[in-house]
């Protein structure tokens, strides 16, 4: 047993750490939101070079990591600066799907990903999908040069920013079968694909996404046809571990901001730190978190094991994270009094983000449940 | 114990339904229901259909224009407004200031601004915290020194809610620097067009510019705008932080977000039915239902204490401290209810008639918004810490 970061990982973490809070401001992530493209590109730029994209691939696609801890690594540390990049989209989503899937030719994309030249968004989710994974209704049919596509995709995070999509769509079964789901390889400029782009709580730009006879060469496809949700599912199991080991740097970040605001801020002549009331709800919030750190380490541990042992870590994880993320989120506004209303100051920001990790890949009762039934199994 | 309301209790509640009915315009509960932003002029509207009608101070007595209701009519009103999303009456000239007026006032200040509050010739803010003085609000520095007839008054307050609509602030100064920080308090009423008044927006963490810091350099304040004594503000400051606390335990409030919560539920669907049938949902719902149906109660049982009308003790402690939480696990159940589509934020959608329609359904940026903006709740009119601290005083004697 040993709960040590290799020295390289070390490494990777302390300059990440570093470049982070030397780059990332309040002003660079409030431009960020309002850009079009709904990030900096100028972050985005120092990650690649800093090969935290690269970090998040296996060697044999050009990458130089690609593990669970890896993930959790950079994650941790975006959260901790409140900072936000597509890397989930890009590096963990759409890009993990390409290096497990893709063909030779697909696969040439990687090294465009790892050099910071190419973002790619995960279209999968629907307007009534919530978080099911294998619920999609967009269609695929056969087309005179291949397939033809057509459907809506809700809330695509870093849609605006992309030059590619992966898209899943249906080639078989119905509407809830695990069987039948294909991904597509689609450039961002083909005909008939539009978008909607917003920003979203906590940071960032997403849109929803409407496929309307989208011609498709028969080289679009990413892998074996109708057979994608194995994959799926596992780029989900990926990607929440990388949200949940960004929540618990954003709840680390919130912790170390509340702490010195209970030493700083007086009312009845001292510190407010110095009510009891108030220390008893911090040290359980410190526990907390740290349950939150092992619920990632599981998760993290486990992201290879066999089918039903790593999504029962996965609906683990993220009920706990869920669970933690709201009682820090609250606690922490309510211990700072007014100021821990105002958009200014920094806890709004990094509250809100934490907040929006429970609306992506499942909230904590969506898991809770999930977890119960892959256990009796 | 009788827990049913009387023929006549009953027969009130009708008729504020078929008032609400007939008057409340469609276009405002519209707005409301929506989540929708509320302008001056959309409050405005509202204050003087009521006023039109004799019930828009429920809290006061006949005699200055009010209702004359007793506490179990003011709490039918308080449902059924709530139920119809009608707007919520603006507190700070009806539910704050006029009671202490009342209480303390001059015969010409009574005479002079409480039918300026009825007939909406004045909006006024409550000025009481300061960046240095929140809970410990014995503490306010912004200082009044008396210049012949006027005072001159320098310093700052913050939070100020919708200080950005008002001409009129109360606020609390202090006069004197001698003895306990509580005895050199004075009760003022500040014209916000006097030179030296700044009014600047603080935008609160769901992106609303709901509150305002207030700044006052060398502003001159007529004397007779001194409510009561010099120097015994925090009396009639604490009289009127109980009268802020009555109605504290939101329960209309609380049934009407149960609603749309249920509501929400019923159109979301999850797993490919409708949330509401998911079992581990359901028992959530269920859950603050149990919880909000003993509070109702709990309310009616201080209410009924206090029928003649005398503003509630430490018992309104216990009402704040269970009626915000109640409410905030209302929001948080709703933030969750709408899944991934909690995300979108659209400013523009909340303007009426604005261009920018809303993303996924129209109901779940408002309740993203709602959950963010009710943390204030457990926050705002004696945090529930303080709360707890009475509790643990008044009524434990700890
Ligand atoms: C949205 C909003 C609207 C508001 N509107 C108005 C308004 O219109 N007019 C106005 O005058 N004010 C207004 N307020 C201010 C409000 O009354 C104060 O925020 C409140 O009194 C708390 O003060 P504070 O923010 O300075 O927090 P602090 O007093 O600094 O408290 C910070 C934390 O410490 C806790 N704490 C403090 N003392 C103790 C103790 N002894 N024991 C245990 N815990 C303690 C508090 O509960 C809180 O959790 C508003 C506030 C908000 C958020």
Known sequence: MNFDLTEERQMLQDGLRRYLRDTVSPELLARATESEAGHSGALWAGLAEMGVIGALFPEEVGGFGGAGFDLALVFEEMGRAGAFEPLLETGVLAGGLIAEMGDDAQKALIEEIIAGAVQIAFAHAEPGSRYDLERVATSAEPGPEGYVLNGRKAVVAAAPSAQHFVVSARTGGAMADEDGISLFLVSAGVAGLSLRAYPVNGGGRAAEMTLENVALPRDALLGARGAAFPAIERAAARATAAVSAEALGLMEAIRALTTSYLRTRQQFGRPIGKFQALQHRMADMLIEIEQARSAVINLAGHLDAERTERERHVSATKNLIGRVARLVVEESIQMHGGIGMTQEYALAHLAKRLTMVDHRFGDADYHLERFIRLSAA | ?398
């Not at chain 2, 913050?158 to 009760?187: D, Y």
């Not at chain 2, 009426?352 to 329609?357: D, F, L, Q, V």
Request: proline content about 5%; hydrophobic content about 40%; some cysteine.
């Open chain 2, 1 to 398: 114990m009788d827990l049913n309301y009387t023929d006549e209790q009953k027969a009130f509640r009708a008729e504020v339904r078929s008032f609400l009915e007939e008057n409340l315009p469609r276009r405002l509960s519209d707005k409301v229901a929506g989540g929708k932003r509320l302008t001056k002029a959309d409050h405005e509207e509202w204050h003087a259909i009521l006023n039109a009608r004799g019930w828009l101070a429920a809290n006061w007595p006949a005699e200055y224009g009010g209702t004359g209701w007793d506490a179990v009519r003011r709490h039918i009103f308080e449902e059924e407004t709530t139920r119809a999303h009608a707007p919520r009456i603006v507190p700070f000239g009806i539910n704050m200031l006029g009671p202490v007026l009342q209480k303390f006032g001059s015969q010409e200040q009574k005479a002079h601004y409480l039918p300026r509050i009825l007939n909406g010739d004045d909006w006024w803010c409550q000025g009481y915290s300061e960046p240095g003085a929140g809970s410990d609000l014995a503490s306010v520095k912004t200082s009044a020194v008396r210049d012949g007839d006027a005072y001159i008054v320098n310093g700052q307050k913050t939070w100020t809610t919708l200080g950005q609509h008002a001409n009129m602030i109360f606020c609390l100064v202090r006069t004197s620097k001698e003895g306990k920080p509580q005895e050199g308090i004075s009760f003022l009423l500040i014209d916000m067009e006097s030179p030296g008044v700044e009014v600047r927006p603080i935008v609160l963490l769901d992106g609303e510019a709901e509150v305002n810091e207030v700044w006052f350099s060398d502003v001159r304040v007529p004397a007779e705008n001194l409510v009561g004594e010099e120097s015994k503000g925090w009396t009639y400051a604490k009289y009127l932080l109980t009268h802020e606390r009555t109605n504290i335990a939101g329960v209309g409030f609380a049934t009407a977000g149960l609603a749309t919560l249920k509501r929400i539920a019923r159109l979301e669907q999850s797993g490919g039915r409708p949330l509401i049938e998911n079992p581990f949902f359901a028992a959530r719902i269920a859950q603050v239902e149990i919880d909000l149906m003993a509070m109702a109660t709990t309310n009616l049982r201080v209410i009924a204490k206090t029928a003649s009308g005398q503003a509630p003790g430490a018992e309104s402690s216990m009402l704040k401290v269970k009626g915000t939480v109640i409410r905030q696990q209302i929001n948080a159940l709703t933030r969750q209810a709408v899944g991934p589509y909690a995300m979108p934020f659209v400013s523009e959608a909340l303007e009426e008639g604005g261009n920018a329609g809303p993303v996924g359904p129209d109901y779940a940026m408002p309740a993203t918004q709602s959950y963010f903006n009710n943390r204030k709740l457990s926050i705002y009119g004696g945090s529930n810490e303080v709360q707890r601290q009475i509790i643990s005083k008044a009524i434990l004697e700890l």
